[in-house]
């Protein structure tokens, strides 16, 4: 038995707030909400997945210094305690093969370290 199947390409997205809303050909923007129109090409919303936990919220945990790495070895995680400890360590400026994913408001270290600044941990 022959089944076609259709694929449906919307090319636009009705974002509301930090929401999508919608999701179709013909959107329309009100005062409410924002369209991305993608000029005919196909939109792919970028998806965060994200199962980190704050140990910091925990009090039993706020006192341990605690360092969990990505299971594909490209970053890591610290939390309060642990990043008191290697303070003095946290440069200036960029990390030649890495980063140190800062706040974007104050600028301090977030506790992200990616690729060669894990290293600084």
């Given amino acids: 038995m ?6 449906r390409r919307p090319n636009s997205l009705l974002v509301r707030g930090s929401r999508i809303a919608a ?3 013909d959107l329309a923007a ?3 909400c924002h369209v991305f129109d993608g000029h005919g090409a ?11 936990a704050d140990l910091d919220d925990d009090p039993r945990l ?14 890591s995680w610290a939390n309060a305690r642990a990043m008191a400890l290697a303070a003095d360590n946290f440069p200036d400026g960029p990390v ?3 980063e140190v994913v800062r706040d974007p408001v104050t600028g301090a270290p977030s506790g992200v370290f990616v690729d060669d600044a894990m290293a600084i941990m």
């Fill in 2 to 7: 022959d089944h076609e199947i259709q694929v």
């Fill in 23 to 25: 999701v179709d050909r």
């Fill in 30 to 32: 009100s005062d409410d």
């Fill in 42 to 52: 196909t939109i792919v919303p970028g998806l965060t997945d994200s199962h980190g």
């Fill in 62 to 75: 706020a006192a341990v210094p605690i360092l969990l790495e990505r299971v594909d070895a490209h970053a």
């Fill in 96 to 98: 030649n093969g890495g």
